[in-house]
């Protein structure tokens, strides 16, 4: 343990007792009934004012067993018993990120921005190569950043929640519900800070957004963070969040996103995670759409240790659409695991779903997807796809598409298909003098084509073209460029 | 050229080839025929390397090397080229990354370096022209949505792009409309050269009133049966393979 962080009050869970049920709850729970003040001195009222309810509901739960029907294929409390820092007395993390990542999506004019474990760095590279990469004035908020309109607010959600109170407090939690996930109850006990991305109405902002999210520790270390996003009537926004781990430590992460879309809006929302064998993610994104809002999420997982993705969407206003589309590659003992919902609630809303894994080596897949129609969603239009390649005979991929209808007069589909590469399509190639090496590579890459393709962003999707085919030829230990990496 | 000796060959233990001889000198064309079940696409499988196929007794050599010992790729770089019978789609890879890929291959296996993308692209045009391969089709995935006729159109483009020295058309005029097969054989002409050779498989003689062969061998049972010039092809046109069988027998 780093002395200097210790002292200075990086906390450690306590009392963990192995093998005991609940046990991996319990040190949470102590370790909030001890720090309680601490979390909230370093965070807003609004965070604050959902803690006590948080704390209820995650004694309530305890950890999921892999007997629950949703976390039946990642294992959570055995993930959240070891001991990880946190850095809940705020103290200032030794990096500069500017320095530190240097990377971008090149050819991508994005305005670019910085989450150091859960902590908003303001400003643009750009503008910050003129201060020698100090974080200016010390503020937290880029209202005043000349990449995005003035009237958006992007920055620390704890910042934003003391300037506009009643806007942070109108939205938070209202999407991510304490009582029915116990990683989600945790995360709201815990997270103290974070980003808010406000687009008031009508506003369309026309340069991607790229939010770069590294995890830097010392230690074993456990970050939540927050991310809250709205987007009102008629406005339109991309976020593009790219996940990355700068030590060799064990990262857990948990993440929380709501989205409201209000009605008439766009979001494009694209996650790229680019981490280390050791980082733990568990990410539980809260998608709200009113009437004819449009709505893109892109998850893809190019290097990872173990990752949960949940996504929950709800389609509450006629007329909306959503394009849920995700890939991973994984190979060694890499696990990645899925799980979506996807409400519609009312008639005439869109769902398309599609997941494409690629496991090498020893990997695990999951993809558990769920579409609900409930009664009265007449016209309902939903197309849901699962496919996965298995490269070796001891990849594992775990698959559970499910559909649920209570109306009548819809159109939906769903398909899952687990497959290895195609040997005539092989021969095909090797024929042609290209060596079998390449020959599946090729395929592999083609593969996941379609899920690239899904991309609106040009420069992202011809970034993650070449991305995937170096993760396919191994060339990418971690992220392909970027200073830190390499 | 190339010299087949006493070849047996099985597929899930089933034998189909049982003692194929043949030589192939350069810039002969040998015509191979027989009826459904002969042995025809077994024989053009083992000679690519099919790993479905196993080899159970005999030789083939190529150029004075054996064949039977190189990798599927490695035949293909030292000059052996199918022409595939049922060409496979493979969605996903365009027809310029796969033929860049093969391409660049086969230039590495001599010792030449890569071709640039203007390069690249310049040859592509110059074979498309050959077989009259529609620019949209190149631009597409390999096979993917071609017509029958696309696809054999689409085999001898691979062909000019990678000037194989040894070319197996294996049932190349299957699926064929007359125009299609016209062009496809007269492209296939203008890619030969006094070194080149080729082993044509079919079961009909339409192909060979525009591919002359200089020898036909007919198949029977795994084995060739009965050898001879031009002229065996136009007597299986009017008399049927019957005859031949009757002699065997």
């Known amino acids: 343990m780093n002395n200097n962080h210790n002292k200075s009050g990086l906390s450690t869970p306590l009392h963990y007792r192995e093998g005991q049920g609940g046990g991996a709850a319990t040190q949470y729970i102590d370790l909030f009934a001890q720090c309680e003040a601490m979390i909230c001195k370093h965070s807003a009222e609004a965070l604050n004012s959902l803690r006590a309810k948080a704390f209820e509901n995650f004694k309530r739960l305890g950890f999921p067993t892999r007997k629950v029907e949703a976390y039946k294929y990642t294992d959570v409390s ?11 007395n705020r103290l200032d993390i030794p990096v500069n990120p500017y320095d530190a990542f240097k990377c971008d999506v090149p050819n991508m004019s994005t305005a670019l921005y910085f989450v150091v474990n859960d902590r908003f760095y303001t400003a643009t590279s750009d503008e910050l190569q003129t201060t020698n990469g ?17 009237n958006i607010l992007l920055g620390s959600l704890k910042e934003m929640a003391e300037l506009h109170p009643d806007l942070v407090a109108k939205y938070y939690g209202k999407l991510a519900d304490t009582g029915k996930d116990a990683v989600v109850a945790l995360n709201t006990m815990l997270v103290q800070d974070g980003l808010l991305l406000y687009v008031p109405k009508g506003v369309v902002v026309e340069k991607p957004i790229q939010l770069v999210n590294i995890l830097r520790a010392d230690v074993n270390f456990m970050v939540n963070r927050r991310v809250l ?3 009102e009537e008629g406005a339109q926004v991309r976020l593009l969040m790219c996940d990355h781990a700068m030590d060799k430590v064990d990262f857990l992460a948990t993440q929380v996103i709501e989205a409201h879309v209000g009605a008439g809006a766009t979001l494009d929302l694209y996650e790229l995670e680019e981490t280390t064998t050791s980082t733990h993610r568990f990410s539980h994104l809260y998608v709200q759409q009113e009437a004819d809002s449009n709505v893109l999420v892109g998850g893809i997982t190019l290097h990872n240790g173990l990752t949960r993705n949940t996504t929950h969407v709800t389609l509450a206003g006629s007329g909306a659409s959503i394009n849920l589309c995700g890939m991973a590659i994984a190979d060694k003992k890499q696990h990645v695991d899925n799980n979506t919902f996807i409400d519609h609630r009312v008639s005439d809303c869109t769902s398309r779903e599609l997941y494409k894994y690629v496991l090498d080596d020893s990997a695990t897949g999951a993809f558990a997807g769920k579409v609900l129609v409930r009664e009265g969603a007449q016209h309902t239009s939903s197309e849901q796809t699962n496919r996965n390649l298995c490269v070796t005979r001891e990849a594992r ?90 | 050229m190339l010299k087949i000796k006493d070849l047996h060959a099985s597929i899930n233990g089933k034998e189909i080839l049982k003692g194929i001889n043949l030589e192939v000198k350069p810039g002969e064309v040998h015509a191979l025929m027989g009826q459904y079940g002969a042995g025809k696409s077994t024989l053009s499988n083992v000679l690519v390397g099919h790993p479905a196929y196993e080899v159970t007794k005999g030789s083939v050599t190529y150029n004075g090397k054996d064949l039977l010992a190189m990798s599927p790729e490695d035949r293909a770089h030292e000059g052996l080229f199918l022409s595939f019978q049922h060409p496979v789609e493979i969605p996903g890879v365009s027809m310029v990354n796969f033929m860049r890929a093969a391409v660049n291959e086969h230039r590495k296996y001599k010792g030449l370096s890569a071709l640039t993308a203007s390069e690249f692209l310049k040859l592509m045009r110059e074979k498309r022209a050959i077989v009259e391969l529609d620019n949209k089709l190149a631009n597409r995935s ?108």
């Open chain 1, 397 to 486: 991929m775990y698959t559970q598409p499910q559909l649920e209808i209570y109306a009548d007069d819809v159109k939906c589909s769903h398909g899952a298909t687990v497959g290895q590469l195609d040997e005539n399509a092989l021969f095909y190639m090797r024929q042609r003098g290209i060596s079998e090496r390449e020959a599946r590579l090729l395929l592999m890459f083609a593969f996941v084509g379609d899920v690239v393709d899904s991309i609106r962003l040009e420069a992202l999707r011809d970034r993650l073209h070449l991305l995937v085919e170096k993760r396919f030829r191994g060339e990418m230990g971690k992220c392909q460029g970027c200073a830190m990496c390499k």
């Open chain 2, 142 to 249: 390999v096979n993917e949505g071609f017509s029958g006729g696309e696809k054999k159109r689409n085999e001898i483009f691979q062909m000019a792009m990678l000037e194989p020295t040894f070319a197996i058309l294996d049932e190349t005029d299957s699926g064929l409309d007359v125009d299609a097969l016209r062009v496809v054989a007269e492209g296939f002409n203008k890619l030969r050269t006094p070194e080149t050779s080729a082993l044509v498989i079919t079961h009909y003689h339409r192909l060979l009133d525009y591919i002359k062969p200089d020898i036909v061998h007919v198949l029977y049972q795994g084995r060739i049966v009965k050898t001879a010039g031009p002229e065996l092809a136009q007597e299986i046109e009017s008399r049927g393979f019957d005859w031949i069988k009757r002699e065997v027998e």
């Open chain 1, 134 to 150: 100090n974080r200016p004035n010390g503020s937290l908020v880029a209202r005043s950043s000349s990449s995005i309109p003035d």
């Open chain 1, 78 to 88: 055995k993930l959240f018993a070891p001991d990880y820092g946190l850095n809940l």
């Open chain 1, 229 to 231: 996003i709205v987007v």
